[in-house]
């Protein structure tokens, strides 16, 4: 249970607030690079911690995001020309380039030194691993850019979708970082299937602090000679790894890899979920087949998205939740996995109120993050890193699970599988 003044320093992240100024310490998702997929093509509305900005792709194919409010008269720049290396503003042609920097003023007299004088606020970018990243904090405090394992194969080996969550970002990541619902919402085959995880509802969570947050460990029996055990990370301030190399329903995956979120928070009411795939290996390719089949499975394809990264199934339809299915195959009646965690998260309002919650040994590693997030915003308000902004402390962690001997030790038997291999 936290306190009042906890959850609200936890939960709001717009300028002037604790946990906002903690966030902006740290290179943040803004966009997918394919929201931006040619140079001086149309700009997009990005907002980021309760501010509105616009990011476009310049003549160079750079990346630029800028405050979407012109400097003249507060215009939004969202409808501004891309042009020629900067976004102007079709109010009256004040343009900018990537950096905020003014360029041309055609409404002022040809002599006139007031364009030297005015710029836009910008933010620098970061293009990699299939998204586009901003920093939005102090300038002499930018941390080095983010290098986490997931980025690094060839777009061959790697997918990442995006979806809009209406919830504060906090109880999002909480959902994702809770190893114990998968047990009962996501348990799919009610009606005799082996659905592995719910033979053992109360997994052991084993949470080991870190130089970036924390390694934590889910261990389930799944009969007397067989454990399934599964090591994750969670990367400060938003980002979960999670081994992925067993399939949901028992037995390999189809392709064997690491997946993970980032919850990246929108405003305080509404978040984006960044969501990852990283093949284990180079003979482990994600086709565009592959990474359908999975988005489908978890209610993310093609045909269940909306405009605006929305989904179909939402609180407007109830998830559009089938009371027979519910009854008969599946613990929820909502098809989509993480269609199943969206009608929970949201459904809990905009801001829980955590005052109210009665925590047990299961929500270990729930309660380790706030402990973070809290020493986190401490750390900034004492002039110190937070952690997880030096990429030096998890470029080389990885994520993985399997199926051991019940009783044996993970740390031996997965020694090498917890290392990065790309």
């Not at 979407?68 to 042609?93: I, K, Q, S, T």
């Not at 309002?349 to 925590?359: A, K, M, N, Y």
Request: include cysteine.
């Amino acid at each position: 249970m936290l306190s009042a003044a906890e959850n609200e320093r936890l939960t709001r992240v717009g300028p002037g607030t604790r946990m906002g100024a903690m966030l902006r310490r740290y290179w943040m998702p803004a966009c997918l690079a394919e929201e931006l997929p040619v140079a001086d093509g149309a700009p997009v509305r990005v907002r980021l911690l309760g501010e509105n900005l616009v990011a476009f792709r310049d003549t160079n194919g750079d990346v630029g995001i800028v405050e979407d409010a012109c400097p003249h008269r507060r215009a939004p720049m969202f409808f501004g020309r891309n042009e020629a290396c900067g976004l102007r503003c079709v109010y009256h042609g004040w343009k900018f380039d990537r950096h905020g920097t003014c360029t041309d003023m055609p409404s002022e007299p040809p002599d006139s030194l007031f364009k030297t004088k005015v710029k836009i606020t910008a933010y620098p970018t970061h293009e990699a691993g299939g998204l586009i990243w901003t920093y939005m904090g102090a300038p002499e405090q930018q941390p080095p850019v983010p290098d986490y394992e997931w980025m690094r194969p060839p777009a061959t080996h790697r997918y990442i979708s995006k979806t809009f969550e209406g919830c504060n970002y906090l109880q999002a990541m909480e959902g994702g970082l809770d190893t114990a619902h998968s047990s009962f919402v996501h348990n799919e085959t009610i009606d005799g299937g082996a659905w592995f995880r719910s033979k053992d509802g109360a997994p052991r969570i084993d949470v080991e602090k870190t130089g970036y947050g924390y390694t934590y460990v889910s261990t389930r029996t799944i009969d007397a000679e067989t454990d399934y055990v599964r090591v994750y990370h969670y990367i400060m301030p938003f980002t979960q790894l999670r081994g992925a190399v067993q399939s949901f329903f028992g037995g390999r995956s189809e392709v064997p890899k690491i997946d993970g979120h980032l919850w990246v928070p929108i405003d305080d009411e509404t978040s984006y979920v960044y969501n990852f795939m990283c093949a284990y290996d180079e003979s482990a390719v994600i086709t565009p087949e592959i990474a359908e089949r999975f988005e489908t499975l978890l209610g993310r394809g093609k045909d269940d998205v909306l405009a605006g990264y929305k989904l179909k199934r939402n609180p407007s339809n109830d998830y559009l939740i089938d009371r027979e299915m519910q009854r008969t195959k599946t613990f929820s009646g909502i098809v989509g996995i993480n269609t199943q965690d969206f009608a929970l998260q949201e459904g809990m309002g905009s801001i829980v109120d955590r005052t109210q919650e009665h925590l047990g040994t299961s929500d270990r590693a729930i309660i380790a993050m706030r402990q973070l997030m809290l020493e986190g915003t401490h750390d900034v308000e004492a002039g110190r890193a937070p952690k997880g902004t030096d990429p030096n402390t998890y470029r080389n962690v990885r994520a993985y699970d399997d199926f051991v001997p019940h009783g044996a030790d993970w740390r031996t038997r997965f020694a090498d599988e917890v290392l990065a291999k790309w």
